[in-house]
Each structure stands twice: as structure tokens, then as C-alpha cells.
């Protein structure tokens, strides 16, 4: 938005530390903590252990409804069940710590069943999602993704929400029950300037979609006066978070907290608001309500962005199903610039399946661009300030190069489609690389202007879609991010490679074998452990690259295999010739009359010459097929005799002829 269409852009980030599964986390994470450091004797661990474990498959996994959900579960019943008998094996002086955090979940709600009504303070709930949000800030930075411009936390927003409920109350538009505060949704409705669930009409009704998003600590509410209303302010229960309100102590909805934060630092409309699609019902459409109700308008956001689901195996990643992985994890297997492709080359609405086969595809579209940025370079480079006239071809590409740039912005005016903005990329890239090759064949120049113009356009695009993180004109860094390393290594490279090529010449006019084998080495062992790619080109001065050196090494090694690979193949080849030629000879040392009695799955009973007269169920072989065998005879016959003749006409078997 900002470096490609240049708009002037306010992003804000909305952060949920007030919610009803982080409060439960927050506070089973405190009870298992304090457990672990009370010191309790290893009996009662142990009685806890097996007290837990009963109740966690008693009540949660019996009564799940969801199979993949209750097989995770099984999963987890099953290895909390072998670290207990394994705690029970170990030495009396083991710590329970350990053992506390593997046994952490049904352990968990087993004490938050007992002690979680005793956690009253605010801190508690603090300190888990401020955790969490250092942690995920980490992994936006190891993945480039820009930082927030503004960051909003509910817990630093209560005041803000409680007078945005006040408003909406006061429009007639909310109500007061029992200490809580719900959104009146028929109301609301019913209302001349305005509807509900604007997003996703068909949803209007839809109460499991509406109990999901009020929350697992809100239970069967009182004093609400239509199932469909929702909850902007919530009574605190014991064991819960609470601020002073006009109604009580209590604690946001959490519907609420993203119309208060972005009201409070963008104003009264918003022009994107982006979201999983998951959130369309109820959570944006509640969104869109209550802000609507506050403001007395009948539009609060011109656009909802709703990315689609990450998947694993064509499942969405759920930590109650036990399918994710981490940031972490990823970058572990794979660079931030590969997983950024991986996102580019899908659709960003589109549900996208995280898997190697996928990672694959990113992969070879980076090599694809590594090694077209590499090849172009070189060939500016070794231009010099040359400045040829244009050709039919030059003209040519040039003109599918313009095309396919449009096409990019006009797939980046729609829904900024990356997709298809890449899927050109690659044809500007393959249509470049055609035009390269045939003028090498024709051993003619290909323009350096017009490759620098292509080069330096996609190396802009690669920095847009954060790619490229470095300010180097085209194409990726090289080293450190220090300086120019091509500028200062790059012409002492050169040089080298214009003397050995040199070399290369004379050698082989005088035939100097062992010298251009010198040539090789220089080329394949030497130059890639200093990070430099030599391509030695008939007619031509060779190109040189200055890659990554693990990069080179690991082509190397790639390399190495193949050939290995390869001599492997040809001696596997050369040894089933020989083993072929082996039988061969072995079959026409079988004397004629012997031929077909070892045949004892077809035939069973033969004539003097040793011919089948019956086959293996008794039955006379047929006139037809003794034909074919008399003439299988005959040329085997005849080669037999042949052997023996080149034996000295002594037959294979001993015999004299």
C-alpha cells in the first residue's frame, strides 16, 4: 500500500489480552506454576496425576463430539498416561516440574476446577498474553513484516470502552442486566438506518456461531432479552478480571474492544479493516453494530480485508487439534524470504496448504530469481558502457516486458492479487531468459539497458513484497549488509577469471591436459568455498557470480552425488550386460535334449529328443505350439553346435562330437 500504490498509510493493531480462553490459560498457567514450586509430596503428584487424568477423559474427551478434536485428545490422554508410569518408576528424588508441565493440561482444569475461583489478581491475566506478544512481535520481525504504526491493548482501554457503552446505551441501543451490558440486536435491526450481520446476512440466527464468540467462560447468560444479543460488557465471575464500570465490576466483551481501540486512534471511519475469514460472523459483524450504534451512522468501514485459512494436511491449524507449527519451527527449515514467496505465490483469500510440496515451489521461484538476477549482472557488467543499437529482438522483449508490467498493476489493482502479479514475474523472467540464450547461440549482445531496466524493476517489485530487504540495485545481497561486496571483490575475481581463461586457450592448442584439469579444480573446488560461481561459455568470456557459499557448496555436493549417482547407474548397466551375456552363454552350453525338461511348470512328459509332448496338466501340446517349440529347438540346436565348435568340437557338456 505504501511503497507500491504510495498512499499514506496508518496501521493499527489491535491486541485481545482480555478474552475468555486467555483468561483460562492465564490462570491455569499461574495454578500449574504454583503447584510445581509447592513442593507437594511425590504421593499426592502422583494421586493429583491420576485424579486428573480420570476427570480430563470423564469429562472432556467423552463428552467431545468432534472426532479430530477428540482424537487429539486421545493423543494427549495417552501420553500424559505414559509420563505418569514413568514418574511412578522414577527415583523417589525427582523433581515434579518436569513432569507437571507434560501432565499440564488435564492437570490444569483439575485445579482450576478446585482453585480457579482464588485468582483475583489483574497481574495474573497480564502476564501470559504479554508473553505471548513479545513472542509473536519476534517472529513478525524474523519474517520482515513491518511493525504496527500504532499498538492498542484492551487492558489499556477499559475507560475508552466503558464510555462507548455508556453512548450506546444512551442511543438505545444496549441494555443493562444483571451486571452486564448486551448489544440489542433486534433493535438495532429493526431500525430504519441500519441491519444486522451486514457481512454474512444468512448467519442472522445463527446462535453456536454467537455462543462461540461469546466466549467458554460465559455461560448461559440472565437478563438477556434475545438470544441473538451479544455481550459489550460482561459481569466478572470469581477467578475472572475486573475493572470498575457504571454496572459492576466486570470486564469487556470481546467484540467490543476492536470499535472502542480503532475509534480512539483512527476516528469515527475506517477505510480497511482486515481480518481472518473466520471473523466475518459474528465478530465483524458485531464490529460493525455496535460502532454503527455508537456513531449513528450506516457505515463505519469502506473495506473488510478476510484472509484465508493456513492449513495443515487440509486441516485449519488448531492448537486444540495438536496440527500446527510454529514461526519458529518454519524458519528452522526454511529462510523468511522462502516463506514470503510461499504467501505470494497464493491467493491471500484463498485457503493455503502448508506443506514441503508447497515449500518446493517457493523454493525453485527464488532460484529461479537468484539466478536470473546473477546471469543479468553479469552480462551488464561485462557490457561495460557499451550502447548497441536496438534489434528486432531487443524491441520484442521489451514490448513483452511492457505487457506483462501491466498486467501486474492491473493484478495489484484487484484485491492486490499476488498471485497472479508473480505468475508474470516469472514470464517476464523466462521470456528474458529465452532472448539470453538465443543471443549467446548467435553470439551477439544482448542489450545491457534494456536487461538493466528489467532487472531493476523486478528487483523494486521484489522489495515491495519484502523479498528484497537490502538497498542493492538489483537483485539479492551478497554478504554482509556492510557494504558493496560486488563493487570491491568482483574485479580482482575477474581478472582471475580472464587469466585463466587465458590459460584454458593455450592449453588446449597445445593439448596440455593436465593444465586444463588445473582449470577445472580452480572452477570447481577453489572459486565456490569463496562464494564465487565461475560458468565457463564456448566462444564467450566466462560469467562470474558471486553466490552464497553454502549455496555453492551445496551445489557442489548436489553435483559430486550425481556424478556419483551416475558412474553408479553405468556400472549397474555394464554388470547386468555381462550378467545377461553370462546366461546367455550358460543357456546355449544346455544341451538340445535338456532344453525343456527343466521346464517343469509348463511340460510334463517329452519324446526321446527330449521335445514336450504334454503340457504341465497332462494335456498333448496342441500342433500349433509344437510347432514354435521344434523351431525354439532348432536355433538352439544350432548355436550349441556352434559352441562346440569353437570348443574344438568338444561339446559343453564333455561329450566329443
Known amino acids: 500500500?505504501?511503497?507500491?500504490?504510495?498512499?499514506?498509510?496508518?496501521?493499527?493493531?489491535?491486541?485481545?489480552?482480555?478474552?475468555?480462553?486467555?483468561?483460562?490459560?492465564?490462570?491455569?498457567?499461574?495454578?500449574?506454576?504454583?503447584?510445581?514450586?509447592?513442593?507437594?509430596?511425590?504421593?499426592?503428584?502422583?494421586?493429583?496425576?491420576?485424579?486428573?487424568?480420570?476427570?480430563?477423559?470423564?469429562?472432556?474427551?467423552?463428552?467431545?463430539?468432534?472426532?479430530?478434536?477428540?482424537?487429539?485428545?486421545?493423543?494427549?490422554?495417552?501420553?500424559?498416561?505414559?509420563?505418569?508410569?514413568?514418574?511412578?518408576?522414577?527415583?523417589?528424588?525427582?523433581?515434579?516440574?518436569?513432569?507437571?508441565?507434560?501432565?499440564?493440561?488435564?492437570?490444569?482444569?483439575?485445579?482450576?476446577?478446585?482453585?480457579?475461583?482464588?485468582?483475583?489478581?489483574?497481574?495474573?491475566?497480564?502476564?501470559?498474553?504479554?508473553?505471548?506478544?513479545?513472542?509473536?512481535?519476534k517472529d513478525m520481525a524474523a519474517l520482515h513484516v513491518q511493525p504496527a504504526d500504532i499498538?492498542?491493548?484492551?487492558?489499556?482501554?477499559?475507560?475508552?470502552?466503558?464510555?462507548?457503552?455508556?453512548?450506546?446505551?444512551?442511543?438505545?441501543?444496549?441494555?443493562?442486566?444483571?451486571?452486564?451490558?448486551?448489544?440489542?440486536?433486534?433493535?438495532?435491526?429493526?431500525?430504519e438506518d441500519h441491519h444486522y450481520a451486514k457481512l454474512v446476512p444468512e448467519a442472522f440466527g445463527d446462535l453456536e456461531a454467537l455462543t462461540e464468540g461469546e466466549g467458554v467462560l460465559s455461560e448461559q447468560a440472565h437478563g438477556k432479552r434475545q438470544a441473538m444479543d451479544f455481550a459489550l460488557w460482561k459481569t466478572s465471575k470469581p477467578g475472572e478480571p475486573a475493572w470498575d464500570s457504571p454496572w459492576g465490576r466486570?470486564?469487556?466483551?470481546?467484540?467490543?474492544?476492536?470499535?472502542?481501540?480503532?475509534?480512539?486512534?483512527?476516528?469515527?471511519?475506517?477505510?480497511?479493516?482486515?481480518?481472518?475469514?473466520?471473523?466475518?460472523?459474528?465478530?465483524?459483524?458485531?464490529?460493525?453494530?455496535?460502532?454503527?450504534?455508537?456513531?449513528?451512522?450506516?457505515?463505519?468501514?469502506?473495506?473488510?480485508?478476510?484472509?484465508?485459512?493456513?492449513?495443515?494436511?487440509?486441516?485449519?491449524?488448531?492448537?486444540?487439534?495438536?496440527?500446527?507449527?510454529?514461526?519458529?519451527?518454519?524458519?528452522?527449515?526454511?529462510?523468511?524470504?522462502?516463506?514470503r514467496l510461499m504467501f505470494l505465490l497464493h491467493s491471500w483469500r484463498s485457503t493455503l496448504d502448508y506443506s514441503p510440496d508447497v515449500m518446493d515451489i517457493a523454493i525453485k521461484f527464488e532460484k529461479t530469481l537468484k539466478e536470473f538476477f546473477l546471469t543479468v549482472k553479469d552480462l551488464i557488467r561485462s557490457a561495460g558502457n557499451s550502447h548497441p543499437k536496438w534489434t528486432a529482438d531487443d524491441l520484442s522483449l521489451r514490448d513483452k516486458y511492457f505487457a506483462s508490467k501491466q498486467k501486474i498493476h492491473e493484478a495489484l489493482c484487484d484485491s492486490v492479487d499476488t498471485?497472479?502479479?508473480?505468475?508474470?514475474?516469472?514470464?517476464?523472467?523466462?521470456?528474458?531468459?529465452?532472448?539470453?540464450?538465443?543471443?549467446?547461440?548467435?553470439?551477439?549482445?544482448?542489450?545491457?539497458?534494456?536487461?538493466?531496466?528489467?532487472?531493476l524493476y523486478l528487483t523494486r517489485m521484489m522489495r515491495v513484497f519484502g523479498v528484497i530487504d537490502s538497498d542493492e540495485s538489483i537483485g539479492f545481497t551478497v554478504g554482509d549488509k556492510s557494504g558493496n561486496v560486488e563493487e570491491t571483490i568482483l574485479p580482482y575475481v575477474s581478472a582471475l577469471a580472464d587469466f585463466r581463461e587465458l590459460v584454458r586457450k593455450e592449453a588446449r592448442e597445445v593439448k596440455a591436459a593436465n593444465i586444463l584439469q588445473f582449470c577445472d579444480r580452480i572452477r570447481d573446488d577453489v572459486l565456490p568455498n569463496l562464494g564465487v560461481r565461475l560458468e565457463d561459455r564456448e566462444g564467450q568470456p566466462p560469467a562470474v557470480k558471486l553466490v552464497d557459499k553454502n549455496e555453492l557448496m551445496k551445489e557442489r555436493e548436489a553435483k559430486l552425488q550425481a556424478e556419483e549417482e551416475?558412474?553408479?547407474?553405468?556400472?549397474?548397466?555394464?554388470?547386468?550386460?555381462?550378467?545377461?551375456?553370462?546366461?546367455?552363454?550358460?543357456?546355449?552350453?544346455?544341451?538340445?535334449?535338456?532344453?525343456?525338461?527343466?521346464?517343469?511348470?509348463?511340460?510334463?512328459?517329452?519324446?526321446?529328443?527330449?521335445?514336450?509332448?504334454?503340457?504341465?496338466?497332462?494335456?498333448?501340446?496342441?500342433?500349433?505350439?509344437?510347432k514354435k517349440l521344434e523351431k525354439l529347438y532348432q536355433t538352439h540346436e544350432a548355436k550349441f553346435k556352434e559352441l562346440a565348435a569353437q570348443n574344438g568340437n568338444a561339446l559343453p557338456n564333455g561329450n566329443a562330437s
Open 1 to 137: 500500500m505504501t511503497d507500491y500504490f504510495n498512499y499514506d498509510v496508518s496501521y493499527v493493531m489491535n491486541i485481545t489480552d482480555i478474552d475468555d480462553k486467555i483468561i483460562k490459560r492465564a490462570r491455569v498457567h499461574h495454578l500449574i506454576e504454583s503447584y510445581a514450586a509447592a513442593g507437594h509430596t511425590r504421593e499426592k503428584v502422583i494421586a493429583d496425576a491420576e485424579a486428573a487424568l480420570k476427570k480430563f477423559n470423564a469429562e472432556k474427551i467423552a463428552n467431545e463430539s468432534c472426532s479430530l478434536k477428540r482424537g487429539a485428545m486421545d493423543d494427549i490422554f495417552g501420553k500424559c498416561k505414559a509420563a505418569l508410569e514413568d514418574y511412578k518408576k522414577a527415583a523417589a528424588a525427582t523433581p515434579s516440574t518436569e513432569f507437571c508441565k507434560t501432565f499440564s493440561e488435564p492437570l490444569g482444569n483439575f485445579l482450576d476446577d478446585q482453585f480457579g475461583h482464588t485468582i483475583v489478581d489483574n497481574a495474573i491475566f497480564n502476564k501470559l498474553p504479554r508473553f505471548w506478544e513479545e513472542d509473536y512481535h
Open 151 to 191: 499498538l492498542t491493548r484492551v487492558s489499556e482501554y477499559v475507560p475508552e470502552i466503558t464510555d462507548f457503552i455508556k453512548k450506546i446505551i444512551d442511543n438505545g441501543y444496549a441494555y443493562e442486566a444483571e451486571g452486564s451490558v448486551y448489544f440489542d440486536t433486534v433493535k438495532f435491526d429493526h431500525s
Open 250 to 339: 466486570g470486564r469487556p466483551g470481546w467484540h467490543i474492544e476492536c470499535s472502542v481501540m480503532a475509534t480512539a486512534v483512527l476516528g469515527d471511519k475506517l477505510d480497511i479493516h482486515a481480518g481472518g475469514v473466520d471473523l466475518r460472523f459474528p465478530h465483524h459483524d458485531n464490529e460493525i453494530a455496535q460502532s454503527e450504534a455508537y456513531f449513528q451512522c450506516d457505515s463505519w468501514v469502506n473495506y473488510f480485508l478476510h484472509s484465508g485459512h493456513l492449513t495443515i494436511s487440509g486441516c485449519k491449524m488448531s492448537k486444540s487439534l495438536k496440527n500446527f507449527i510454529t514461526i519458529k519451527e518454519a524458519l528452522t527449515q526454511y529462510t523468511a524470504r522462502q516463506i
Open 419 to 455: 498471485r497472479t502479479a508473480m505468475d508474470n514475474i516469472r514470464d517476464i523472467i523466462g521470456s528474458t531468459n529465452v532472448y539470453i540464450q538465443e543471443r549467446v547461440a548467435a553470439k551477439a549482445q544482448a542489450h545491457p539497458a534494456l536487461l538493466q531496466h528489467i532487472s
Open 566 to 626: 551416475k558412474r553408479v547407474e553405468k556400472e549397474r548397466k555394464k554388470r547386468e550386460i555381462e550378467e545377461a551375456r553370462l546366461a546367455k552363454e550358460r543357456q546355449m552350453r544346455v544341451p538340445p535334449s535338456e532344453l525343456f525338461r527343466s521346464q517343469t511348470d509348463k511340460f510334463s512328459l517329452f519324446d526321446d529328443k527330449g521335445m514336450p509332448t504334454h503340457d504341465h496338466e497332462g494335456k498333448e501340446i496342441s500342433k500349433g505350439q509344437l
